[in-house]
């Protein structure tokens, strides 16, 4: 197994190939992602396989020349990358993605993007364009060519028992980050997916190979050549049948691309009907010997195009490819390999480590001169924080009027007196602001609507002008809150609590809020669309003394229908039951449920799913509130607000355009079938034609389809007096 392996370099291009396949989207690998585990066998592989040689022609190790040669293997071509991504995205990108790609960059540079990135939320949790985002892998790389020299120094002064020790050393190390690899997935996905602790044991996989292959690998061609083919067709089974990564991998999953490439190893490049046949290939070679290049330009050229330009058709994103390939060539020619086979720098390890010093501290220069020039701020002026205009409190009466559409008997609403009847029918109720000069104006509230409550329609009129205002508006003010450098930061504390479920967890978690003592019980279930509004519940919970409980599971819909992933299909049917069952314990007063809009079952079949979920839900719970989805922008709101501070205008969508036309009527007709209630936040964020992006200075979205917590403070008194028209005022079996 030594020398030159035809087979590994063959294998490298496949591997590079599926991930770029994955990243741009084109011909089905939807598991394309498991190249990146290839490479991690691979390097393990290669790098013991390395030091174990020197250790056999010299007893030691020398760190010095271990750490000199991967400076030059791996920091000119990845130098050259962060400096052209960072010093580009001063020209493609909005300030505020420019920032993060600096800070993307510095992290880069200093072999930590895993731990950025982890700390940003995870692979599937990204917010803003990251073209440095394939840096994570690079980052564990040289965290294991860190730790695993030193481990193998140490056994190499062990003399003979060498071999002996570094099995031992690969199968208790490996074993123990294979455990937790597998055990926290489904707790911690972002952890294991990016730190080296759990991933480790691909690395130890190909360790173990290259110091104790197989005896029967060496004297069975033909058993040599049946392994190595099962690996390659096991992985292009997994390129194709691998989903969505988030919340399920590595853990367990992961094994398939180890054993598959550790079979693709043991195969060996001798056998002559191995699958070094295919692997042997000169395309293949060429590709394997430049996919280090092809794998670091690659996904910058993606992520700033698409950043720049919008969503690419497949013809553009295969260009772009065959443009990474070409930048690789010309790096490898021009720059990584003379640098790689320079015999100078290879006669004294010190010069290739000052040479890898200067690298890095030319990418962080470069990222920090970028971020010196950008100014995510605005030199606006700051503006008061808006106020909502609220109901009057109720005084002596309250005005009785009809509840909507699926009630079945009349709702006291607490609408202050006086009110008068129009002749055309309306309703004209007095409504209170909250601003420091209270006053009391008179509005007329709408007939009975099948979206929202009466009193719902009286408190949007009254803020009507509130938000027109915002439409018109073009100045960012300068206390936004929350800021551009926060709102990717800001999550409702459930989150944090972990009562927000992810993948591999179906049991709603005791989570409650509020007065946990009163005798009067919330519940808000849902997806992520439901956690968005958990402040606006939280405060009206804590004002009136009821006890709020949060039921919610990421990307899972209240509606019973299936979903693009089937594991997420079985889990969310899973947390549907576990969520009933959980309400018929609690008999809870009100049940809020809302959630966002996944794209995949019939129309016919969503609502008839809504209904399912509906009708189970309206059993054991007192009033059932199915609460319509916000309004959605086409674009990240706060990259647009942070690209044009004086033009906000630019960052209005159209309101038929953001509000789901055929989701709402799917969505009224299952109310009306099922005999709940439903209410609508359209008019709370949107004008008659347009919704905004800024309200006073409150930013209303932290993406372009999730309101912040900000804003969900701001339109808390709409969820008050959602909740008011079927709760007692201050009713709690705790203190007052």
Partial sequence: MDGFRPDIEGLRAVAVVSVLLYHADLLGFRGGYIGVDVFFVLSGFLITRLLAGEVSRTGTISLRTFWARRARRLLP??????????????????????????????????????VLFWSRGGYSHVALPEPLLHFWSLAVEEQFY?????????????GRRFTRTVVLLSLVIGSASLWLCISQTPRRDSFTFYWLPARAWEFLAGALLAVAPLALTRRAPFLRAVLGWAGVAVLALGWFTFGDPQGSFPGYRALLPVLATSAVI????????????????????????????IYLWHFPLLVLAEARWGPLPAATRAA??????????????LLEHPVRSSVRLAARPAYSLALGMALVATAVAASAGVGVGTDRSTANAGVVAPTLATLAP???????????????APVTTALALP????????TSTSVSTTSSTSTTVAITVAPPSVDNQPSLLALAAANKALVEEAITNELVPANLEPSLDRVFDERPIVYSDGCMLGIGQSTPKPCEYGDTTSAVTVVLMGDSHAAQWFPAFEATALKHHWRLVLIGKRHCPVADTPQSDAQYTRECAAWRRKAIAKIREMKPAVTVLTQFWYAGPSWSGYRLGLERSLRSIKEVSGRVVLMGDVPRHLVQVPTCVSAHPKSLTKCLVDRATAINSRRAAMDAEAVRRQG???????????????????????????????????????????????LLVYLPLNSTSGPS
């Fill in 77 to 114: 071509a990845s130098s050259l990358t962060l400096v052209a991504t960072v010093v580009a995205s001063r020209f493609l990108v909005d300030p505020l993605t420019r920032g993060f790609i600096v800070r993307s960059g510095l992290a880069s540079a200093g072999f930590a993007a895993n």
């Fill in 146 to 158: 860190l730790f695993w020299p030193l481990l193998l120094l140490a056994a190499a002064r062990t």
């Fill in 266 to 293: 043991l195969g060996g490049a001798a056998a002559p009907d191995g699958p070094v046949v295919l692997l042997g290939l000169r395309p293949l070679q060429w590709l394997g010997k430049r996919s280090y290049a």
């Fill in 320 to 333: 772009l490819l065959a443009g990474a390939v070409l930048l690789a060539a010309l790096t490898f020619v």
């Fill in 394 to 408: 109720p005084e002596t009466d309250a005005v009785t009027l009809p509840a909507t559409v699926g009630s079945m």
């Fill in 419 to 426: 009110s008068t009847v129009s002749p055309s029918g309306a």
């Fill in 676 to 722: 709940v209630d439903r209410v609508r936040p359209d008019d709370w964020l949107c004008g008659a034609s347009r919704c905004p992006a800024v309200i006073g200075n409150i930013l209303v979205y932290r993406d372009d389809n999730h309101i912040s917590p900000a804003a969900a403070s701001f339109l808390a008194p709409y969820v008050e007096t959602m």
